[in-house]
């Protein structure tokens, strides 16, 4: 087991190149299921997750293999071949819960899938009754056995499908799900991340017919078949919010190439009124810079245009010294504070009620041993060692390297203290 030292005390200076999304990444593969033939992929992060993707669609005789920095899929197609082709054993459902992304592009393609039923996880129950409503709607038989969700088809068939709540993953399931469908498929309550658009740009250089992704209606007409393609992965709006929390909490001035900013908004403008300066050079491009300390101020997390949930933990570490009292509510997950423990570890003022955090700013964080329970924790506490005081153990950084491609490296080459080490 490896862990992160981080010293505080050095700047944030120079150039960072964010990597491409994670959660674009992974549906954007799943959709390699929808048809035969080559696909290359450009800007993929080197992630676990993204092995954990290759080596599932592996199991459904989707090969992959690296040509430079580029992933090429070869799909020989999966009819004709015995069950396990159409089945994600438990060991890969455990590790990444995204594995319920190959659920609706196989049952389009092959009219059958066994899928190791995802359980909760750190950040809460996350049921997937949405994602199996729809295909039910669509005229899939769906049974749950033995841990596994068994749904075969004749044919998936176009439908109004009305969401109870926005979903990522359910959204971009049905869509993957409905360009194959007989007649016209409508998700009303759509989630309109980027990711999304970003896959349905994908589906419709393969041939899908496809509209209104990025709103929270999207018509999907369903086609007789789909061809390959090549593409390139947006830039991860996580990862580039991210490192403008470290710059919040470590100081500095720093470039961020290659970041989605169009798609950044709303965490820019929360971190401008925290005081930190923010430029958008162009749509790639970001410069910030830390002047004045940085003053507190409430985030809600909400769906897509709203904060995202996924940056909740790395704010709150930034709000833990800030000036003033700042009110952190969490929309979308239930239990998502596990890294409360872990800054007040480090000496945070954090008091928990009902769904929000009520995060008083103290004057100084000191460094400790902390451990990551999921991944936008883990880098919420990295964040937090970056002004914490002193020396920072953080433990347990297999989460982190699910979902930060080299972030050690990246933050050392703008100047930060940081190493990986071997855990005693
Ligand atoms: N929900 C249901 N039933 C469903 C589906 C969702 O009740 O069938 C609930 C969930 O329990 C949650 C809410 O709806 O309370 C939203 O969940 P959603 O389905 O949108 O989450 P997801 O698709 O499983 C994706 C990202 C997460 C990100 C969330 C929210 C991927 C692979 N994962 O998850 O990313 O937090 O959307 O934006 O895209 C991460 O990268 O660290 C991460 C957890």
Redesign the pocket.
């Known amino acids: 087991m490896e862990k992160l030292v981080v010293n505080s005390g050095n700047q944030l200076l120079g150039d960072v190149d964010i990597s491409g999304a994670?959660?674009a990444a992974?549906p954007l593969l799943a959709s390699s299921i929808l048809a035969e033939g080559e696909y290359c992929f450009s800007n993929v992060p080197d992630l676990l997750d993204i092995k954990t993707m290759l080596t599932l669609l592996e199991g459904l005789c989707i090969s992959s293999k690296f040509k430079g920095k580029d992933i090429i899929i070869k799909n020989d197609g999966q009819d004709g071949q015995d069950d396990k082709s159409h089945m994600v054993a438990y060991d890969l459902v455990k590790k990444m819960?995204?594995s319920i992304l190959v659920l609706g592009p196989l049952l389009a393609k092959t009219k059958k899938a066994k899928i190791s039923f995802p359980g909760g996880c750190a950040?809460?129950?996350?049921?997937?009754?949405?994602?199996v409503k729809a295909l039910i709607a669509m005229g899939a038989r769906i049974d749950v056995k033995h841990g596994y969700i068994e749904a075969n088809c004749d044919y998936l068939k176009g439908c109004d499908i009305n969401f109870d709540?926005?979903?990522?993953?359910?959204t971009e399931n049905i869509v993957m799900a409905s360009v194959l469908a007989k007649g016209e498929t409508v998700i009303y309550n759509a989630?309109q991340?980027p990711?999304v658009v970003d896959l349905c740009n994908l589906l419709r250089k393969m041939g899908a017919q496809i509209e209104g992704d990025g709103s929270n209606t999207i018509r999907v007409k369903g086609v007789e078949g789909l061809e390959p393609a090549s593409y390139r992965v947006m830039g991860d709006r996580?990862e580039a919010s991210t490192f403008l929390c470290a710059l919040a909490a470590a100081g500095g001035d720093i470039i961020l190439r290659n970041a989605p900013a169009g798609s950044m908004s709303v965490v820019i403008e929360k971190l401008l009124e925290t005081g930190l300066e923010i430029h958008v050079l162009d749509n790639n491009t970001i410069r910030a810079r830390k002047g004045i300390a940085v003053k507190s101020a409430d985030i809600v997390t909400q769906?897509y245009p709203g904060f995202?949930?996924?940056m909740q933990a790395q704010f709150m570490a930034v709000m833990s010294s800030a000036a003033g009292v700042s009110v952190i509510t969490e929309g979308?997950?239930e239990n998502r504070f596990m890294h409360v423990a872990e800054l007040k570890r480090m000496g945070a003022d954090i008091v928990l009620k009902d769904h929000s955090a009520i995060v008083k700013g103290v004057r100084n964080l000191t460094g400790t041993d902390v451990v990551c329970t999921d991944?936008?924790a883990g880098a919420g506490l990295v964040v937090a060692a970056l002004l914490a005081e002193g020396r920072s153990n953080i433990h347990s950084i297999y989460h982190i390297e699910r979902?930060y491609d080299s972030f050690d490296e990246k933050l050392r080459l703008l100047g930060a203290d940081i190493k990986k080490v071997e855990s005693e």
């Open positions: 994670k959660n992974l819960r995204a950040i809460g129950e996350r049921p997937i009754d949405q994602h709540m926005i979903t990522v993953t359910g989630a991340e990711e996580i769906p995202p949930t996924d979308i997950f991944l936008r979902g």
